[in-house]
């Protein structure tokens, strides 16, 4: 059993009250990950996933947290080896839109997709769908790889990012097809209006 210790020191002499809790010995700071998105402290819960020689092995020290602020897992962006695109490509839409669990900064990605479409053009968006996770497995889930996927967006909360930068969402998909390409993934059908 844990035990939460509240001390409430009222400091006269300042007329304010201090609340002191001690609780969970603290973690050690390198098991905490500060969210990309809301910049809050998060512990690590997840242990991440490579695979050798054809088995699925975790990493002892590198993982995921979830931050509630816009319901996503996240690692440290260190961790990220996949190569970030080319910017200036020809091909942003089409090279960006299907990276965007890869990228440092999505949003700000997520916005230049806005941008590079033309008034009425379709875009589709394909992002690793925790939603596939099983929690008494979870790492039979293989998004939890630290070295592919920077940020794991809920379906829903990355449909309202997409309004927010200005997009009509015609569709939000979970990708069920057993013989899918995109297994564990849900696609997203945008419109610029
Ligand atoms: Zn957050």
Known sequence: ???????????????????VAKSLPPVDKFFMQVCPICGTPQRMMIRGLYVENGKSQLYPDTGYSFCNCRNIFFTKWENITAEAPNMYSDNYIQEYGSRLNSLQF??????????????????IITMRDPYFVIWTRPHEYTGFNPRTNYILWDMGSFVEECKKVGFTVISADRDMNVESKTPECYHITLRKS
């Not at 001390?7 to 201090?18: A, I, Y």
């Not at 999505?106 to 875009?123: A, Q, S």
């Open 106 to 123: 999505p949003l700000m990605h997520l916005g230049g997709l806005f941008n590079h479409c033309n008034v009425g053009e379709i875009l």
């Open 1 to 19: 059993m844990s035990v939460v210790l509240v001390v409430v020191t009222n400091v006269k002499s300042l007329g304010v009250s201090v609340a």
